[in-house]
């Protein structure tokens, strides 16, 4: 039997000991790799030459979509060395004091700087901000050819910096620097600047100048007085400050200095490559979207980098073609010429198919009207995206009705807002299909009104528009256009945006994000940038579809021509649009009637775009004269799309399945009713849901006279009944230009003012059946008379002069007896043998007596109208009103006198009498009075049988709202 093993005792797992152990292992490999990594960094470092001859020869390549080269990109453009002793003081200390204050001190790199970078990157992500000095800058665009912004690259960088600065004095540096940096518009150093900005060599640039050319390195597109004056302006103002900071200058000289307006050569004129407007965005983009993947925006100039394109090189010919022709554009008697800029893309994929930001490309990036403008209002073509299309997806339809007539809207400042239409004309009852077709203001307002500005705010921004100012939110200017622009601030929208806005509804209501560059590749063909525009459903298909419908009847026409937008019509194609025009304010240039930009925006199945017009500053000499968005812009559209879509097959916008046609009253939305007039019967679209189930009830049968289509009074001969309609909310014209269009459809409110007792006479006649029609005078019993025609067949009618029928009633029974005698009286007119009757004949008389003397023509008693009765309130908030009541004295009215009574209104700035009213009552209550007016009213009574009146008292009332208290 062998030895028994002894067991061996566990030892218990030491936690700091495997901590340490694990810690060593960690440090040996981190030191290992972060050796192996610097050795290769070393191994790959550039190699080092003379930076004031860097390699400019890496060209980088532009392909459209179809992957054709179009352009090409260097780095030796208008580049000029300057010796650095040419160069001015200031120019140098404001590059220090606003690149590197600490330039004469560090030996390359910048602890400090590099500190501070190291945190901003920690807290907002690599890349967020940079610790390069001026000699890093110099070693990135003389050497460095990878655009990245990654560690390796920035470690090369600081080598080569230290390097640099081991071989060059610091003002070797200084003018190597000076003479590779970019500023924009194809200017490489600071003599190039110099020339593109002041016209004027380096040496003779004074301290405002120097500062403006500091700040505009940092980025040109963002700080060129030629792109943006007011972020030039502060830019530049921030320069000087830091040389304030830093004691180079006084801060009394920044402060003059900070006020000097900037005195630029302009831009030289003269086409550099093709597409260039199209290519200057391009540019624009590869660098942001360079500096935004972390990568080095200065590569697009010397890295060889490839970059790929949206551009349809049909459509941007077309568009120049149509640009270049000088009769697409008003003939203007100034040297500058209207300006404009145009966007054609495609909405399903966002990919821009071509541009133009100019009639003239003036210079390599300057300024692009279609991508870079957004101090104009966009008048009338943003009503679809800020009041129609949000109004469409929060229950409102094609069909909804809005009253077309003056408003005035309070606001929460204690003013009021009252727009006009840009016609002076009201509609009134409209539908929001018409509204739209016919760009009228008031509905738009009304509209946003009732959905709330921030729904239209916020469904704006929904469809890209996303530099709205904040404050835009709160106002109700924005249903018209009327938006907070501020360019500096980045406050507005541009024609780009614009047209992806409208391409959303095309879209089937899904956003995609406008874009120029599908791709950019680095010299070996590795993709380093990929665009994935951004996509987001921004409304219902059905909402998108019904906005389309609706601007497709602003421009509709094949001779139909309807709406505002006509001229914009393809043959063979559904073409939706929009027009729009802002006007100058009545003050500007001394009350000037005309324009200051007109815009079209439209779209097909297959394409959307958008055209602006006007001048780059408006002023006394340069405003559009009878150019609206309905005209020239229009026509600009129609010829580049029309040419941009020769070669394709016409289709029509897809008609979602939850849409479906409804007949309708147009007059209210809502079915027709059997009263409503057939030219108000029409068919429109609705969401399935959003089916109209209530029948017009706004339609009734009037009486009026058949003259003057007025309510008719006892004194018309002709009375007709017609149909009216019945306003919802009562409105009354306080002139004769705000009286809506359709007044003529609405029930009268004003008696008759052609017929009275002048030019008629009022005869009572007999209606008994038995006179088989024919019309007989009544028979009517005086005083101490008795009998005469019964009451139910008398009618009280008006007959002009010499028109009046001559004989009586000769029914036995209706005949009148002297209660003294018991006998028989001839029949009498009762006073109006003077008012234009034909005395009767005694020959055609049934009694041939003598008639009796003519009763005497007594007035009617006058009327006392109470103004202690008079009251300006109505115990129902919703009401107001004024009561009114009359006291007639009875003892004064003779038997059988019947009395009428016409109520007459004014007010103490119009001295117009309106007849208000006819009643055979002595009260009355006017419920069409406004608060805050002053009204005077008058009673006038009249003898219904002899024609004669007598008038009341006056009174005066002042209508104050009373507030009611409620729970």
Same mark, same amino acid.
């Given at each position: 039997?062998?030895?028994?093993?002894?067991?061996?005792?566990?030892?218990?797992?030491?936690?700091?000991?495997?901590?340490?152990?694990?810690?060593?292992?960690?440090?040996?490999?981190?030191?290992?790799?972060?050796?192996?990594?610097l050795?290769?960094?070393?191994?790959?470092?550039?190699?080092?030459?003379?930076?004031?001859?860097?390699?400019?020869?890496?060209?980088?390549?532009?392909?459209d979509?179809?992957g054709?080269e179009?352009?090409?990109?260097? %780095?030796?453009?208008?580049?000029?060395?300057?010796?650095?002793?040419?160069?001015?003081q200031?120019?140098?200390?404001?590059?220090?004091?606003?690149?590197?204050n600490?330039?004469?001190?560090?030996?390359?790199?910048?602890?400090?700087?590099?500190a501070?970078?190291?945190?901003?990157?920690?807290?907002?992500?690599?890349?967020?901000?940079?610790?390069?000095?001026?000699?890093?800058?110099?070693?990135?665009?003389a050497?460095?050819?990878?655009?990245?912004?990654?560690?390796?690259?920035?470690?090369?960088e600081?080598?080569?910096?230290?390097?640099?600065?081991?071989?060059?004095?610091?003002?070797?540096?200084?003018?190597?620097?000076?003479?590779?940096?970019?500023?924009?518009?194809?200017?490489? %150093?600071?003599?190039?600047?110099?020339?593109?900005?002041?016209?004027?060599?380096?040496?003779?640039?004074?301290l405002?100048?120097?500062?403006?050319?500091?700040? *505009?390195?940092?980025?040109?597109?963002?700080?060129?007085?030629?792109?943006?004056?007011?972020?030039?302006?502060?830019?530049?103002?921030?320069?000087l400050?830091?040389?304030?900071?830093?004691?180079?200058?006084?801060?009394a000289?920044?402060?003059?200095?900070?006020?000097?307006?900037?005195?630029?050569?302009?831009?030289?004129?003269?086409?550099? =490559?093709?597409?260039?407007?199209?290519?200057?965005?391009?540019?624009?983009?590869?660098?942001?979207?360079?500096?935004?993947?972390?990568?080095?925006?200065?590569?697009?100039?010397?890295?060889?980098?490839?970059?790929?394109t949206?551009?349809?090189?049909?459509?941007?010919?077309?568009?120049?073609?149509?640009?270049?022709?000088?009769?697409?554009?008003?003939?203007?008697?100034?040297?500058?010429?209207?300006?404009?800029?145009?966007?054609?893309?495609?909405?399903?994929?966002?990919?821009?198919?071509?541009?133009?930001?100019?009639?003239?490309?003036?210079?390599k990036?300057?300024?692009?009207?279609?991508?870079? +403008?957004?101090?104009?209002?966009p008048?009338?073509?943003?009503?679809?995206?800020? &009041?129609?299309?949000?109004?469409?997806?929060?229950?409102?339809?094609?069909?909804t009705?809005?009253d077309?007539?003056?408003?005035?809207i309070?606001?929460?400042? %204690?003013e009021?807002?009252?727009?006009?239409n840009?016609?002076?004309?009201?509609?009134?009852?409209?539908?929001?299909?018409?509204?739209?077709?016919?760009?009228?203001?008031?509905?738009?307002?009304?509209?946003?009104?009732q959905?709330?500005?921030?729904?239209?705010?916020?469904?704006?921004?929904n469809? /890209?528009?996303?530099?709205?100012?904040?404050?835009?939110?709160?106002?109700?200017?924005?249903?018209?256009? /009327?938006?907070?622009?501020?360019q500096?601030?980045?406050?507005?929208?541009?024609?780009?945006?614009?047209?992806?806005?409208?391409?959303?509804?095309?879209?089937?209501g899904?956003?995609?994000?406008?874009?120029?560059?599908?791709?950019?590749?680095?010299?070996?063909?590795?993709?380093?940038?990929?665009?994935?525009?951004?996509?987001?459903?921004?409304?219902?298909?059905?909402?998108?579809?019904?906005m389309?419908?609706?601007?497709?009847?602003?421009?509709?026409?094949?001779?139909?021509?309807?709406?505002?937008?006509?001229?914009?019509?393809?043959p063979?194609?559904?073409?939706? /649009?929009?027009t729009?025009?802002?006007?100058?304010?009545?003050?500007?240039?001394?009350?000037?009637?005309?324009?200051?930009?007109?815009?079209f925006?439209?779209?097909?199945?297959?394409?959307?775009?958008?055209?602006? +017009? %006007? =001048?780059?500053?408006?002023?006394?000499?340069? =405003?559009?004269?009878?150019?609206? /968005?309905?005209?020239?812009?229009?026509?600009?559209?129609?010829?580049?799309?029309?040419?941009?879509?020769?070669?394709?097959?016409?289709?029509?916008?897809?008609?979602?399945?939850?849409?479906?046609n409804?007949?309708?009253?147009?007059?209210?939305?809502?079915l027709?009713?059997?009263?409503?007039?057939?030219?108000f019967?029409?068919?429109?679209?609705?969401?399935?849901?959003?089916?109209?189930?209530?029948?017009?009830?706004?339609?009734?049968?009037?009486? &009026?006279?058949?003259?003057?289509? $007025?309510?008719?009074?006892?004194?018309?001969?002709?009375?007709?009944?017609?149909?009216?309609?019945?306003?919802?909310?009562?409105?009354?014209?306080?002139?004769?230009?705000?009286?809506?269009?359709?007044v003529n459809?609405?029930v009268?409110?004003?008696?008759?003012?052609?017929?009275?007792?002048?030019?008629?006479?009022?005869?009572?006649?007999?209606?008994?059946?038995?006179?088989?029609?024919?019309?007989?005078?009544?028979?009517?019993?005086?005083?101490?008379?008795?009998?005469?025609?019964?009451?139910e067949?008398?009618?009280?009618?008006?007959?002009?002069?010499?028109?009046?029928?001559?004989?009586?009633?000769?029914?036995?029974?209706?005949?009148?007896?002297?209660?003294?005698?018991?006998?028989?009286?001839?029949?009498?007119?009762?006073?109006?043998?003077?008012?234009?009757?034909?005395?009767?004949?005694?020959n055609?008389?049934?009694?041939?007596?003598?008639?009796?003397?003519?009763?005497?023509?007594? $007035?009617?008693?006058?009327?006392v109208?109470?103004?202690?009765?008079?009251?300006?309130?109505?115990?129902?908030?919703?009401?107001?009103? *004024?009561?009114?009541?009359?006291? &007639?004295?009875?003892?004064?009215?003779?038997?059988?006198?019947?009395?009428v009574?016409?109520?007459?209104r004014?007010?103490?700035?119009?001295?117009?009498?309106?007849?208000?009213?006819?009643?055979?009552?002595?009260?009355?209550?006017?419920?069409?009075?406004?608060?805050?007016?002053?009204?005077f009213?008058? *009673?006038?009574?009249?003898?219904?049988n002899?024609?004669?009146?007598?008038l009341?008292?006056?009174?005066?009332?002042? *209508?104050?709202?009373?507030k009611?208290?409620?729970?």
């Open positions: 039997m062998g030895k028994k093993r002894k067991n061996k005792t566990k030892r218990k797992l030491n936690i700091f000991r495997l901590f340490i152990l694990l810690s060593l292992i960690a440090t040996f490999i981190v030191a290992g790799a972060g050796i192996g990594f050795v290769g960094v070393v191994n790959k470092l550039p190699e080092f030459k003379n930076p004031g001859e860097p390699d400019w020869n890496l060209t980088t390549f532009v392909y979509s179809s054709q179009i352009a090409k990109l260097h %780095g030796v453009e208008n580049r000029e060395p300057v010796a650095f002793k040419k160069v001015p200031n120019l140098k200390d404001a590059f220090i004091a606003i690149e590197d600490d330039f004469e001190n560090h030996f390359g790199i910048n602890p400090k700087a590099i501070r970078a190291v945190w901003a990157n920690i807290k907002y992500g690599f890349g967020a901000e940079g610790g390069s000095t001026i000699t890093q800058q110099l070693a990135k665009n050497f460095l050819k990878n655009p990245e912004k990654k560690l390796k690259r920035k470690i090369q600081a080598l080569l910096a230290i390097q640099l600065e081991r071989t060059y004095t610091k003002d070797e540096i200084f003018e190597f620097y000076l003479n590779t940096i970019y500023f924009g518009h194809g200017a490489n %150093g600071v003599q190039a600047a110099s020339q593109t900005y002041f016209g004027k060599n380096v040496e003779d640039l004074d405002a100048e120097s500062a403006l050319l500091a700040g *505009v390195a940092n980025s040109p597109g963002r700080y060129s007085p030629y792109i943006d004056e007011d972020a030039a302006t502060k830019r530049r103002a921030r320069v400050d830091k040389m304030v900071e830093l004691s180079y200058i006084s801060k000289q920044a402060e003059e200095t900070t006020k000097e307006p900037f005195s630029l050569v302009g831009l030289k004129k003269g086409r550099q =490559y093709n597409f260039p407007y199209f290519l200057d965005h391009v540019i624009e983009d590869a660098e942001k979207l360079l500096r935004e993947n972390n990568l080095d925006p200065m590569a697009l100039y010397t890295g060889g980098l490839k970059v790929y949206t551009l349809n090189t049909d459509v941007q010919q077309k568009i120049e073609e149509v640009y270049n022709n000088p009769d697409n554009f008003p003939k203007v008697d100034t040297e500058e010429p209207v300006q404009s800029a145009m966007v054609i893309l495609d909405p399903h994929t966002g990919a821009i198919q071509g541009l133009v930001g100019g009639r003239e490309h003036v210079t990036r300057g300024l692009n009207r279609a991508t870079q +403008m957004r101090s104009r209002q008048g009338s073509v943003f009503k679809p995206l800020a &009041v129609y299309g949000p109004a469409l997806e929060n229950g409102l339809s094609p069909a009705t809005i077309d007539v003056p408003v005035s309070p606001l929460p400042i %204690g009021s807002y009252e727009p006009s840009y016609d002076g004309r009201y509609r009134g009852l409209i539908s929001l299909r018409e509204a739209v077709r016919y760009s009228v203001n008031v509905p738009a307002v009304k509209v946003l009104d959905i709330g500005t921030g729904t239209g705010y916020d469904f704006a921004t469809l /890209g528009l996303t530099h709205l100012a904040k404050q835009d939110r709160n106002y109700l200017s924005i249903a018209l256009g /009327g938006l907070t622009s501020d500096s601030k980045g406050y507005g929208v541009t024609p780009l945006e614009l047209a992806a806005s409208y391409g959303t509804f095309a879209n089937k899904v956003y995609v994000e406008p874009y120029a560059i599908t791709k950019i590749t680095d010299k070996e063909g590795n993709v380093i940038v990929e665009t994935k525009p951004e996509k987001h459903i921004a409304m219902t298909e059905e909402t998108a579809y019904l389309t419908d609706i601007l497709t009847t602003v421009v509709k026409d094949s001779k139909g021509r309807t709406g505002t937008g006509w001229r914009a019509a393809i063979g194609w559904q073409v939706a /649009g929009k729009g025009t802002t006007q100058l304010t009545g003050s500007q240039f001394n009350n000037v009637t005309g324009n200051k930009d007109a815009w925006a439209g779209y097909t199945p297959e394409y959307a775009g958008i055209v602006w +017009m %006007g =001048y780059d500053k408006t002023d006394k000499d340069h =405003y559009l004269d009878q150019v609206y /968005g309905g005209k020239y812009p229009a026509m600009l559209w129609k010829a580049a799309m029309e040419a941009a879509l020769k070669d394709k097959e016409p289709k029509p916008f897809e008609r979602p399945n939850g849409i479906v409804v007949t309708i009253d147009s007059k209210t939305g809502l027709p009713s059997e009263l409503t007039p057939q030219e019967v029409t068919t429109e679209l609705f969401t399935k849901n959003a089916v109209p189930q209530q029948v017009s009830d706004i339609w009734q049968e009037t009486e &009026v006279c058949a003259e003057s289509g $007025k309510l008719p009074t006892p004194f018309c001969p002709d009375v007709i009944t017609g149909i009216f309609f019945q306003r919802p909310i009562p409105y009354r014209a306080e002139n004769k230009n705000e009286v809506p269009l359709d459809w609405e009268p409110r004003e008696l008759c003012d052609i017929h009275n007792n002048s030019t008629t006479v009022l005869l009572s006649t007999c209606t008994d059946p038995r006179h088989e029609g024919k019309l007989v005078l009544a028979n009517i019993s005086g005083p101490g008379q008795e009998g005469g025609c019964s009451e067949y008398i009618v009280h009618r008006v007959f002009p002069p010499g028109t009046a029928p001559s004989a009586f009633c000769n029914i036995e029974e209706h005949q009148v007896v002297d209660q003294s005698t018991g006998k028989q009286v001839n029949p009498h007119f009762p006073g109006n043998w003077n008012s234009g009757a034909t005395k009767p004949d005694k055609n008389q049934t009694y041939p007596n003598e008639p009796l003397e003519k009763p005497e023509r007594t $007035k009617p008693p006058e009327p109208l109470s103004g202690e009765n008079a009251i300006t309130d109505i115990n129902n908030p919703n009401m107001l009103g *004024v009561q009114l009541q009359w006291e &007639v004295d009875q003892t004064q009215l003779k038997p059988g006198q019947q009395i009574y016409f109520i007459e004014w007010t103490d700035t119009s001295q117009n009498k309106l007849n208000i009213a006819l009643t055979n009552t002595t009260t009355w209550l006017d419920e069409e009075v406004k608060t805050d007016n002053t009204y009213y008058r *009673v006038t009574a009249i003898d219904v002899t024609s004669l009146t007598a009341s008292n006056s009174v005066e009332v002042q *209508v104050k709202e009373i009611v208290e409620t729970d």
